[in-house]
């Protein structure tokens, strides 16, 4: 099971890198999203993987506490899952702007044209 | 007793406080009132100065004769009791002295710097930062900790760079601040290792243990870093070479600083430390050899570049230099005699170089000038203050009946009998001696340039006495010179006693403080001194004429100032090259550190794959070979079908549920659950985000560059693979047990994994809720005035057309259905999140989908142009949202302050588990008001990110 685990974070990793060093915005968000996956994984497997063992203690549960999964790693995922979210958001914004200000969406754009009216002044 | 400590080290403080309070206070508008005002404000910062260093003083005076009798006041109070650094004080004999030093001398330039400075100085600014630099000051003498210690001396340090740049418009002045604090800062950090390092060596930071350690740290193989560090840090403060140079540059502060700081107190600093540290680091070659030769070369060149300076601060600056040297001199030579000699020197220099520095001040402040080459013959116009600054250069010379003389003698006896090789008892005489006449040379330079040496050259203003109360001060430190110099045995004699004594620590060595000691050698090499020194001057005089030597910066200054621009250029220089290679490039370089970072253990260290003897195909079964193949084709395609877009977010979102389904899996429930809902709204934004870009990327030209990157990414696949792999192998060992154990007795609740993020590691989870309010409210403003239209044209596909011309009637009728279901779903989750999968972030993203879905399906008509919704509307309809963020992160914070209130750390949770009819028992942490705190905030930046991306349309 490890070794599935192990393979399938690599094959995501491998893939969000390629993507993230491609030249256009889309591509490098989705390379993003692929490496979250995998990091969020990786980091979550540092806790062992546990099968039917939700870290749901009951009072009765002390005896078997050895056989639940180990709930920091899932902790420190789960904020990670919703960040990365965020995170992913505001990186296609920047890339939706960028394009609207530069004609194109390559991350390395040459410089933005200096007529298009980005701003309107008349928002209070 | 505490209590007098604490009065004695706060009072400045609290004066500085109440004089920034003033200093804040508008000026009056009309010219007339804003004059008064300002002579009106001088007047009370003043006053008000004096009475907090004057409260100081009390408390000093009252504290005192315990401590001269022998024992010493202390008070301490918790600080940091997990380190076991606690808040500790002690006023021993030597800290006496030091805070006399302090606290009189600072009485003194309160009342000189009232007439010193004008009123359109910003006078209540001055005395605010005079009075913390006060109390910081005490801190140093005060400090029974080497952590309190530090902190005091990096304060001291930043208040010296104010007080250099108090005149900000003037160019030598912000110079002169950055250089003093990039130096002095630099040998602070240096001191703060040192000390650190002496702290783990002694086993512990209170100066007892550390006091009481010296043959172990002496001993210790680390011993010559730690006396390193230690020795830069009090160097960089006391002005020693190689670090001299900041000390001349620091007389563009206000002359009162100058006399205070950078001659009286901060620069003694350094030379305190090294007496407080006397017992631990002395006594060994090293100290012996770096602190008399880094003090000889010192005394030798302050001295010397003394004599050449033109401007009557400069001259002092470069004699303070010298005396420093000096005093450190005798610190180095590893005898108790010369290290009393060393305390008595110090005081002595402090009473004459403040009082030269007023004069020097009064001169400047009655001619307008200080250059030396201009001012003469001041006898004549103001012989009173002329009287004071030759009695006080005199003792700053040795002349005989002084007190500066009677020091000198110690130290000329010191360097005679120093021991050690043939050219140790060679050198430390020579140096001595050299030195004592180029200090008799400045010091004549100093009394006939600015007193005779014919009329002054067009000065900017007539001369004549200064007012009678700016010449207090100095009157009466001429006076403590003359006393102690005619008297020492009587004044100075028992305070010396009591400061060596808890110096050394304990044995105080014979010694004789008198003015005729008969004819012997010290005598012989003072008079030698005086003559030769007058001589030397006399003759520098005449065959070159001092007014027309070069007045060099010297070199220090300058190679500081190269140092500097180079640093800024090259910094400039990687800053343009990372620019200018482009974001692909950096992302490129940061995985490549990122690879060779990974792989340095392996390829340093043995295999990660070593001793594993698990079999690789251990719990292998077709359901999970499935998953793997879907989630690994998904991977491939995604990669495959980014170029066109569309296609590769459906693949992305199979991936999404294959991690989201591995989640349930392996036990995860609650990670599930976030997954599938950030997945949800991941497609949500993307869809939205690619209206507004390119449906396709071209095709990549560059084949080497793919190959190169395929390469890099496949390198990187592999590595983190195998690194997972075999960390999942080993035995785990973790903090599960802890959490898993305390989760329902201590957190009350039983799904651990909540009660962690909102209770064991609350503290990460109230920081993670302002990130996302502050990615939403980022995203929102980065789109609020923007306008654009859906990207179409040939470009786009037929696919994302036909997407977009459909009417969403159907989704807007079922999206309007499902909102309160889905938010009763949400308070579902939300209050069962603390026992059961759930919580805040799951609840918030819930409510957050079904208001976005509304966003979607209503967009289309909603914010469509000509629908008769304005930019002010719809502000106003979105504003609700930033209320949302606002009120989740207050509940959040206001929870966490909760547990202040009941004694308990920041965000420490309590619970009770009432009984409600109905619903039944209902656990009630006050962690579920934190974890509200954070829904809210989840559900407004949320919201608030895609309704910003949603109402791009409007401007089709």
Redesign the interface.
């Given at each position: 099971?490890?070794?599935?685990?192990?393979?399938?974070?690599?094959?995501?990793?491998?893939?969000?890198?390629?993507?993230?060093?491609?030249?256009?915005?889309?591509?490098?968000?989705?390379g993003l999203?692929?490496i979250s996956?995998?990091v969020?994984?990786?980091i979550?497997?540092?806790?062992?993987?546990?099968?039917?063992?939700?870290?749901?203690?009951?009072?009765g549960s002390?005896d078997k506490?050895?056989t639940?999964?180990?709930?920091?790693p899932?902790?420190l995922?789960?904020?990670a899952?919703?960040?990365?979210?965020?995170?992913?958001?505001?990186l296609?914004?920047?890339?939706?702007?960028q394009?609207?200000a530069g004609g194109?969406?390559l991350?390395?754009a040459p410089a933005p044209r200096e007529t298009a009216p980005?701003?309107?002044?008349?928002?209070? | 007793m505490a209590n007098l400590l604490l009065l004695l080290l706060v009072s400045p403080f609290a004066g500085a406080l109440i004089l920034m309070a003033l200093a804040s206070r508008p000026r009056p508008v009309e010219l007339s009132h804003a004059l008064a005002a300002e002579k009106a404000q001088l007047q009370q910062s003043a006053w008000i100065a004096a009475a907090a260093a004057g409260l100081s003083a009390l408390a000093l005076l009252a504290l005192a004769a315990d401590v001269i009798a022998g024992t010493p006041a202390r008070a301490n109070w918790a600080w940091l009791p997990a380190l076991g650094v606690g808040f500790g004080l002690r006023l021993d004999g030597l800290a006496l002295l030091f805070c006399g030093l302090i606290v009189g001398i600072g009485l003194l330039v309160v009342l000189y710097a009232r007439y010193y400075l004008s009123p359109d100085d910003r006078t209540a600014r001055f005395y605010a930062l005079l009075m913390s630099f006060m109390g910081a000051m005490l801190g140093i003498a005060l400090a029974d900790n080497l952590i309190v210690l530090a902190m005091a001396w990096e304060l001291t340090s930043l208040i010296s760079f104010l007080l250099i740049g108090f005149w900000q418009h003037r160019r030598d002045a912000r110079q002169g601040a950055r250089m003093a604090l990039t130096v002095t800062g630099l040998g602070g950090l240096a001191l703060l290792a040192g000390l650190l390092m002496l702290g783990s060596i002694a086993g512990g930071f209170d100066l007892d243990t550390v006091l009481g350690a010296g043959d172990t740290v002496r001993a210790h193989p680390m011993y010559p870093v730690c006396l390193g560090l230690i020795l830069i840090g009090a160097f960089t403060k006391s002005a020693q070479f190689p670090f001299h140079f900041w000390l001349p540059q620091a007389m563009a502060a206000p002359t009162p600083a100058s006399a205070y700081l950078h001659s009286a107190t901060m620069v003694k600093a350094g030379i305190f430390l090294l007496a407080r540290l006397y017992p631990v680091l002395s006594g060994t070659d090293l100290w012996f050899y770096s602190v008399t030769i880094a003090g000889g070369i010192t005394l030798l060149v302050g001295a010397w570049n003394a004599i050449f300076k033109h401007d009557l601060k400069g001259l002092l600056a470069y004699s303070t230099i010298s005396q420093l040297g000096l005093i450190t001199m005798l610190l180095g030579l590893n005898s108790p005699l010369a290290a009393v000699a060393a305390l008595f020197h110090l005081l002595n220099h402090a009473t004459f170089k403040a009082s030269l520095f007023m004069a020097a001040g009064i001169i400047d402040h009655e001619t307008g000038t200080r250059d030396m080459r201009r001012i003469n013959g001041l006898w004549r116009s103001m012989p009173i203050t002329a009287t004071l600054a030759i009695i006080a250069a005199a003792a700053m010379a040795g002349v005989p009946l002084l007190n500066g003389f009677l020091s000198k003698e110690m130290f000329f006896e010191e360097a005679l009998t120093v021991e050690g090789s043939r050219t140790v008892r060679f050198m430390v005489p020579a140096v001595a001696a050299l030195a004592a006449a180029l200090s008799v040379a400045y010091s004549a330079r100093f009394i006939h340039d600015v007193f005779f040496n014919g009329a002054s050259l067009d000065l900017p203003r007539t001369p004549h006495e200064p007012p009678r109360f700016m010449r207090v001060p100095v009157e009466m430190l001429v006076v403590i010179c003359l006393v102690v110099g005619l008297l020492p045995q009587l004044t100075i004699g028992p305070l010396l006693a009591m400061g060596a004594r808890d110096m050394l620590g304990g044995t105080v060595p014979e010694y004789s403080l008198a003015i005729w000691h008969g004819f012997n050698e010290p005598l012989a090499m003072s008079a030698a001194a005086l003559i030769g020194g007058a001589l030397l001057y006399g003759w520098l005089q005449r065959q070159y004429s001092l007014h027309t030597t070069d007045d060099d910066e010297g070199a220090g200054k300058r190679l500081f100032e190269q140092t500097m621009a180079t640093l800024i250029a090259s910094a400039r220089r990687v800053n343009a090259w990372l620019d200018g290679i482009?974001?692909?490039t950096n992302?490129?370089l940061t995985?490549c550190v990122a690879i060779a970072a990974g792989a340095l253990p392996w390829l340093l260290g043995p295999s990660p794959l070593a001793g594993i003897t698990?079999s690789?195909?251990?719990?292998?079964n077709l359901v999970?070979?499935a998953m793997?193949t879907i989630?690994?084709a998904a991977?491939?395609a995604?990669?495959i079908l980014?170029?066109a877009?569309l296609p590769?977010l459906v693949t992305?979102g199979a991936?999404?549920l294959v991690?989201s389904l591995?989640?349930v899996?392996?036990?995860?429930?609650?990670?599930a659950l976030?997954?599938l809902l950030?997945e949800v709204?991941?497609m949500l934004?993307?869809m939205l985000?690619?209206r507004?870009?390119?449906s396709r990327?071209p095709r990549?030209l560059d084949d080497r560059r793919k190959l190169r990157?395929?390469v890099?990414?496949?390198t990187?696949?592999?590595?983190?693979?195998?690194i997972?792999?075999a960390?999942?192998?080993r035995p785990?060992s973790?903090?599960?047990?802890f959490?898993?154990?305390r989760?329902?007795p201590e957190g009350g609740g039983?799904?651990?994994?909540?009660?962690?993020?909102v209770d064991f590691?609350g503290f990460?989870?109230f920081g993670?809720s302002f990130?996302?309010a502050a990615?939403?409210l980022?995203?929102h403003d980065?789109?609020?005035?923007?306008?654009?239209a859906p990207v179409t044209g040939p470009a786009r596909t037929g696919q994302l057309a036909a997407f977009e011309q459909r009417n969403p009637l159907m989704l807007a009728t079922t999206a309007r259905m499902l909102l309160p279901f889905a938010l009763m779903v949400s308070v579902y989750f939300f209050l069962r999140g603390h026992?059961?999968?759930g919580g805040g972030?799951i609840a918030g993203?819930i409510t957050a989908i079904v208001l976005m879905l509304q966003t979607v399906s209503n967009g289309a008509q909603a914010l469509a142009p000509g629908q008769g919704m304005s930019?002010?509307a719809l502000?106003r309809k979105l504003s609700w949202l930033h209320t949302t963020i606002g009120l989740g992160l207050l509940v959040a914070c206001l929870t966490g302050l909760g547990s202040w209130l009941l004694g308990y750390p920041f965000l420490t949770s309590s619970f009770i588990h009432p009984h409600l009819p109905i619903l039944g028992e209902l656990p009630l942490a006050s962690a579920a008001a934190f974890d509200l705190g954070v829904y809210l905030s989840?559900v407004g930046?949320?919201v608030l990110?895609?309704a910003?991306?949603g109402r791009?349309a409007r401007g089709a």
């Open positions: 099971m490890e070794l599935l685990m192990a393979s399938g974070i690599g094959v995501m990793m491998a893939g969000g890198i390629y993507l993230v060093l491609r030249p256009r915005s889309f591509d490098v968000v989705l999203t692929l996956y995998a969020n994984l990786f979550f497997s540092m806790g062992r993987l546990t099968v039917g063992g939700a870290p749901i203690v009951t009072e002390a506490l050895a639940l999964a180990d709930p920091l899932q902790a995922v789960l904020t899952i919703v960040i990365g979210f965020a995170m992913t958001a505001l296609l914004v920047l890339a939706v702007r394009h609207a194109n969406d991350i390395d980005l701003d309107r002044p008349d928002v209070g | 482009g974001t692909r992302l490129f995985v698990t690789p195909f251990e719990g292998i999970a070979l793997w989630g690994v991977t491939v995604s990669v980014a170029r877009r590769a992305v991936l999404g991690v591995t989640f899996w392996f036990s995860a429930p609650d990670l976030t997954q950030v709204a991941t934004v993307m985000a690619l507004y870009l390119p990327s990549e990157d395929g890099i990414a496949a990187a696949g592999i590595g983190i693979g195998v997972a792999w960390a999942m192998l785990a973790s903090l599960s047990e959490f898993l154990t989760a329902l039983t799904n651990a994994t909540n009660v962690i993020i590691r990460d989870t993670e990130v996302m990615a939403g980022v995203i980065l789109i609020a005035r923007l306008s654009l026992n059961l999968p972030f993203l930019d002010r502000a989840v930046a949320t990110a895609l910003g991306i791009l």
